[in-house]
């Protein structure tokens, strides 16, 4: 009987990088891991550090730097080079510069034969899925963007401590752009199978004052208030990054918001946006379209719009 290792590649050795391997490596996730950067010393010194955790651990994982002609083989590659924003530029202001990293990046591995799966995570995300699903030319099942699926935990969170429920009893979703136009669906948010707005109406001497778009914003600005306090984000990405990764090579069939390509769903077509989806070995298995009322979808295609206007940059 022959066993095939869980290989995942992850390109870019930064705070998101390195992070994503110390999870994977921690929680025991995959066999072997390939860490590039075109800063190969760097790179180096992950590695190095990475392998000398394994004593302590329950798994050996192998973790190894490598190069591009090495993803031929391997299952997933994460895609965390970029350019993260500095103090006063947004996600989109990174655009060009993260298209010309990713182009260097994608082009190599697909020559290298790879037939695995993408997940992109350097911003603006919903955009440069996009591109590395037209530089790589995979099926859309094939290439993630992360999305919304750091948005939605952090939603969760500011949930679960308002009510003072754990964070994982709540089901909601953020959608849309990975950025500040994201929105909320707030009549699909149930705790516990119970409606929020259920639970808001039946309990105002407590959550009488809840203000929704004041948790929406406060959803989309969280990164920017990790960033303010310690220059970048990375743990939470890192985590959101790992539950998608295990979701593909444990064929769990699991719903994440991830950016994913639309073709008619919530009404959008060619573009990335981040949707409930369920994700199994096959990637994307299939778009969760969830009835949004009318306000909702409204500011659903508002949010969508955004990033279709960052594709049409890309274009150009
Ligand atoms: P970082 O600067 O710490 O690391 C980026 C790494 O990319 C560096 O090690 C750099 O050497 C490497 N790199 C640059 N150009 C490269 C190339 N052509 N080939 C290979 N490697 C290259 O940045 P970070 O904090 O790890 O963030 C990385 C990306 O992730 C940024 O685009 C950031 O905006 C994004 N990010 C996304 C989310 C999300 O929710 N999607 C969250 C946090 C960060």
Redesign the pocket.
């Known amino acids: 009987m022959t066993f095939k290792n869980k290989k995942v590649a992850i ?8 992070s994503t391997a110390f999870s994977l490596i921690t929680q025991g996730v995959c066999d072997d891991i390939l860490m ?4 190969e010393e ?2 180096k010194g992950e590695v190095m550090d990475l392998n000398h955790c394994i004593e302590y651990l329950n798994k050996n994982t192998r973790v190894k730097t490598g190069n591009y002609e090495e993803c031929a083989d391997v299952d997933i590659v994460v895609i ?6 500095i103090k006063g530029q947004s ?1 989109l202001d ?1 655009l060009e510069l ?1 298209a ?2 990713v182009k ?2 994608v082009d190599p591995i697909m020559k290298s034969g790879f037939k695995g799966q993408f997940i992109v ?3 603006p ?1 919903d955009a440069i899925a996009h591109y590395v699903k037209e530089l790589s030319g995979l099926p859309k099942s094939k290439v993630i ?3 919304t ?3 939605s935990a952090r939603l969760k969170n500011f949930i679960g401590s308002l009510l003072n429920v754990d964070p994982r009893s709540v089901q909601a979703y953020s959608m849309g752009e ?1 950025g500040d136009s994201q929105m909320v669906p707030w009549s699909h948010v149930y705790i516990g199978g119970k409606s929020f707005s259920k639970v808001i109406e039946d309990n105002k001497d407590r959550f009488g004052d809840v203000d929704l778009d004041k948790l929406v914003l406060e959803t989309a600005r969280a ?1 920017w208030e990790v960033f303010n306090r310690k220059g ?3 743990y ?2 890192a985590t ?1 990054i790992v539950a998608i990764i295990k979701a593909i090579l444990y064929n769990e069939n699991k719903i994440i918001p991830v950016s994913a390509y639309l073709e008619g769903e919530y009404g959008q077509f060619g573009i990335y946006a981040g949707v409930p989806a369920v994700l199994n070995s096959n990637g994307i298995k299939e778009i969760v379209e969830i009835d949004m009322s009318e306000e909702e979808i409204n500011k659903f295609n508002k949010s969508c719009t955004v990033i279709k206007e960052c594709i049409a940059k890309l274009e150009k």
């Open positions: 390109v870019g050795t930064g705070l998101v990088g390195s590039l950067d075109i800063n760097k790179a965390t080079a970029g350019a993260p924003p996600r990174t993260s010309k990293i260097s990046i995570v350097s911003n995300v963007g992360t999305g699926s750091l948005d990975h990164g970048t984000t990375y939470g990405i959101a």
